[in-house]
């Protein structure tokens, strides 16, 4: 296991290195699935990540906003916030996650 600080840092830098500017920007534009070699890091897969809903077109709106990365067996996780006002936030640190599988119930109208 890698520490989420130097996995933070590298991915930032592989940003900077490879796009326009070293930010979490570019990575929420990468596909679920997509890997990289990443110098210091090795392999790093997108494993899912949650951007803002663009639709949204109205003031006082907020949305949590996430990616989780895999490194080797472990998964790392980087998340923010995207406000009408201010635009994406993100957190100055990363933590290593594990997947929990969770049920939900939905209500929907039965097709007719």
């Given amino acids: 296991m890698i520490e989420p600080a130097l996995v933070y840092a ?10 326009d500017w070293g930010s979490w920007y570019e990575w929420t534009h990468v596909s679920v699935g997509t890997s990289y070699e990443v110098p ?16 949204k077109n109205y003031d006082s709106w907020s949305e949590d906003i996430w990616i989780v990365f895999a490194v080797g067996d472990t998964l790392y996780k980087v998340k ?16 290593i996650v594990v997947p929990k599988l969770k049920q939900i119930t939905v209500y929907e109208e039965p097709n007719e």
């Fill in 10 to 19: 590298a991915l930032l830098q592989f940003a900077e290195d490879n796009w």
């Fill in 40 to 55: 210091g890091l090795g392999e790093v897969t997108v494993v899912d990540s949650h951007n803002y809903d663009r639709s």
């Fill in 80 to 95: 923010g916030l995207h406000t009408s006002y201010e635009g994406s936030t993100w957190d100055r640190h990363m933590v």
